[in-house]
């Protein structure tokens, strides 16, 4: 590849990863990691800092420790702030006076059993696998339930060359999104030197994660056939929220909770506002993202929010609201000032002090809707009719 095209390649990818959250996992030993594991965590923590993405870890020693010491190395090179890029999700260790590990970035307290496992899970749109004994493969299952992308390292054995043997058994009927069946094989080549480490981090996180997480998306627009369609209402100027959104609803939308539409979904070739309309009408849930961008439009003060108030009193109909920035929406938006926001309205999401904060709030947001929606499929099921 000449210079040119390898600079067009990492633009993308650096571009592209703004604001994505890689969770790593693997060997979880104080001593005893094996080298190959060593040599594959450094590499890969120093590739998702150069490349600009959050890193998601347990906290475990071993592989969580190496890959976010070479991470925070990076960052540092960089003059990064940890606190905008790292997220740790564990519980507290008594017996540790340096706990967590690495006392940086945005650390979260989880409780010891099922949580411990699956809260780093949460906060992340990728998992990236290196060796593990047991609670690894546990890592990959979970984000092959939600949907998430996952890019096990077969070789450096253990459970991710269990999972990379697995994924690619599945391959036909579960792929990993974005990504073909040679691609993702390459991720189990041998692994004996720093060399080839770098060499397999480096095809990772440049030519594969941007790729897949890209496809993700993609999957996310005009799926509105599922049991709850959810409207989004935002502006154009704010597309990147909506893109961090969607990509935490995809796990919902994959079990069939929920699907999301918004303007940019709609079909060529066919007038732009009877999509838009007929949407509006049949639409059983409703997101407003409120910013000043948002009160310049018109079109969402006197079509898209009398539409979601007319359909208000339908027991059915959720209408959800985020303030994004603060603004002046309760002269241009009054109606909404009788419905509770996600979050509230005394702190914006903008105003989050990190990314790594931001993120958090996302997460509520997309938990609270989900929620909200499946206990109404449980009181739909409860009181239909036996026939």
């Known amino acids: 590849?000449?210079?040119?095209?390898?600079?067009?390649?990492?633009?993308?990818?650096?571009?592209?990863?703004?604001?994505?959250?890689?969770?790593?996992?693997?060997?979880?030993?104080?001593?005893?990691?094996?080298?190959?594991?060593?040599?594959?965590?450094?590499?890969?923590?120093?590739?998702?800092?150069?490349y600009g993405y959050g890193l998601v870890v347990g906290?475990?020693?071993?592989?969580?420790?190496?890959v976010t010491e070479s991470f925070l190395n990076q960052l540092s090179s960089r003059s990064l702030d940890p606190r905008d890029y790292l997220i740790q999700a564990h519980p507290p260790d008594p017996h540790d006076p340096h706990d967590p590990i690495h006392n940086k970035g945005h650390i979260i307290k989880t409780p010891y059993g099922g949580r411990e496992w699956l809260e780093p899970q949460k906060y992340a749109d990728a998992v990236i696998l290196i060796g593990g004994r047991g609670g690894t493969f546990d890592t990959w299952l979970g984000a092959l339930h939600a949907g998430i992308p996952r890019f096990p390292i077969g070789g450096t054995n253990g459970d991710a060359a269990s999972a990379f043997k697995k994924t690619f058994d599945l391959?036909?009927?579960?792929?990993?999104?974005?990504?073909?069946?040679?691609?993702?094989?390459?991720?189990?080549?041998?692994?004996?030197?720093?060399?080839?480490?770098?060499?397999?981090?480096?095809?990772?996180?440049?030519?594969?994660?941007?790729?897949?997480?890209?496809?993700?998306?993609?999957?996310?627009?005009?799926?509105?056939?599922?049991?709850?369609?959810?409207f989004i209402s935002y502006s154009r100027k704010d597309s990147d929220w909506v893109a961090r959104l969607r990509t935490l609803l995809r796990p919902a939308e994959r079990l069939g909770i929920i699907s999301t539409w918004m303007d940019a979904d709609i079909r060529a070739g066919k007038p732009w506002e009877s999509q838009l309309l007929a949407r509006l009408?049949?639409?059983?849930?409703?997101?407003?993202?409120?910013?000043?961008?948002?009160?310049?439009?018109?079109?969402?003060?006197?079509?898209?929010?009398?539409?979601?108030?007319?359909?208000?009193?339908?027991?059915?109909?959720?209408?959800?609201?985020?303030?994004?920035?603060?603004?002046?929406?309760?002269?241009?938006l009054p109606d909404l000032k009788t419905i509770e926001a996600i979050g509230g309205v005394e702190t914006a999401v903008n105003q989050s002090p990190t990314e790594a904060d931001q993120?958090?709030?996302?997460?509520?947001?997309?938990?609270?809707?989900?929620?909200?929606?499946?206990?109404?499929?449980?009181?739909?099921?409860?009181?239909?009719?036996?026939i």
Request: glycine fraction near 6%; charge should be positive; charged fraction near 25%.
């Open 59 to 66: 906290g475990w020693h071993g592989v969580d420790y190496l």
């Open 281 to 332: 009408k049949n639409t059983q849930a409703a997101l407003v993202l409120v910013s000043n961008n948002l009160l310049q439009s018109s079109y969402v003060r006197d079509v898209e929010m009398p539409a979601f108030m007319k359909k208000r009193d339908d027991p059915r109909f959720h209408l959800f609201w985020v303030l994004l920035e603060h603004c002046n929406w309760q002269s241009l």
């Open 1 to 50: 590849m000449d210079s040119m095209k390898l600079s067009q390649t990492k633009s993308r990818a650096s571009d592209f990863a703004a604001r994505r959250w890689i969770l790593v996992a693997g060997t979880g030993l104080k001593d005893g990691t094996p080298e190959t594991d060593v040599l594959v965590a450094k590499a890969v923590g120093e590739e998702l800092a150069k």
């Open 359 to 386: 993120q958090c709030r996302l997460i509520d947001i997309v938990d609270t809707v989900t929620r909200a929606i499946r206990d109404q499929h449980k009181q739909t099921l409860e009181v239909a009719p036996v």
């Open 171 to 230: 391959w036909e009927l579960i792929p990993v999104p974005g990504i073909t069946r040679s691609q993702f094989e390459k991720l189990g080549r041998k692994i004996s030197s720093e060399t080839d480490a770098k060499a397999v981090a480096q095809f990772l996180v440049k030519k594969l994660l941007w790729r897949s997480l890209n496809a993700i998306d993609a999957l996310s627009r005009g799926n509105g056939d599922s049991q709850t369609s959810m």
